[in-house]
């Protein structure tokens, strides 16, 4: 059972902006965690696409974006993009379970 | 180039053992904290256990606590884990991942390719 939940599935229209919500608690990312966020293309492994937060690895397009606040974060995609149709996981660490902790992950479909 | 080549699974029945290794090349492999994540077929991503830079410390989810043992060679740039009391959950796809800091509050910058792990009679 993840401690971080997000929506199961979001879609939009190429070009459209959708979000991914992660809710937390106190324990994870009301505790001041960073939240990072992975992209995970259909039969590949998990590729980091946001950390600690906002911040966006090398080679990551900048039409994703990350944001938090107390105890939840969201992932933005802006311009949505054929190629973007994956599912996606944020993740943190949680002081209760002594561990990092992943999303229940989201599948974002391009309509 | 950074890579993590993970090797060891297989079909192994309820009650056994298995010993996963993820060999690691491109990096300094003693500055990183290391990971490993499991994916259960057709489902999310679920960590695992994580270890720190000297091997030190290591934690783990309870759902393996006290069954899986997470270790590391630095000498040989080698991440394992040791998995005794399998039980059909943990059938799964297991990454080998890189945190991208000494730091397990950082998220995973580096993933392998995975190795399945299948427990059934």
């Known amino acids: 059972q993840s401690v971080l939940t997000q929506p199961p599935s979001v879609s939009g229209a190429p070009g459209q902006r959708v979000t991914i919500s992660c809710t937390g608690s106190?324990?994870?990312?009301?505790?001041?965690?960073?939240v990072h966020w992975y992209q995970q293309l259909p039969g590949t492994a998990p590729k980091l696409l946001i950390y600690?937060?906002?911040n966006r690895p090398s080679g990551v397009p900048d039409r994703f974006s990350g944001a938090k606040s107390a105890t939840s974060a969201s992932l933005a995609i802006t311009g949505l993009q054929a190629e973007d149709e994956a599912d996606y996981y944020c993740?943190?660490?949680?002081?209760?379970?002594?561990?990092?902790?992943f999303g229940t992950g989201t599948k974002v479909t391009v309509l | 180039e950074v890579q993590l080549l993970e090797s060891g699974g297989g079909l192994v029945q309820p009650g056994g053992s298995l010993r996963l290794s993820c060999s690691a090349s491109?990096?300094?492999?003693?500055?990183?904290?290391m990971t490993w994540v499991r994916q259960p077929p057709g489902k999310g991503l679920e960590w695992v256990s994580g270890i720190s830079t000297s091997g030190d410390y290591t934690y783990y989810a309870d759902s393996v606590k006290g069954r899986f043992t997470i270790s590391r060679d630095n000498s040989k740039n080698t991440l394992s884990l040791q998995m005794n009391s399998l039980r059909a959950e943990d059938t799964a796809l297991y990454y080998c991942?890189?945190?991208?800091?000494?730091?397990?509050?950082?998220?995973?910058?580096?993933w392998g390719q995975g190795t399945t792990v299948t427990v059934s009679s």
């Open positions: 600690a937060n906002n």
């Open positions: 491109g990096f300094s492999f003693s500055s990183y904290a």
């Open positions: 106190s324990s994870n990312i009301g505790s001041s965690y960073d």
């Open positions: 993740q943190s660490y949680d002081s209760s379970l002594s561990g990092s902790v």
């Open positions: 991942a890189r945190y991208y800091s000494s730091s397990w509050y950082s998220g995973m910058d580096v």
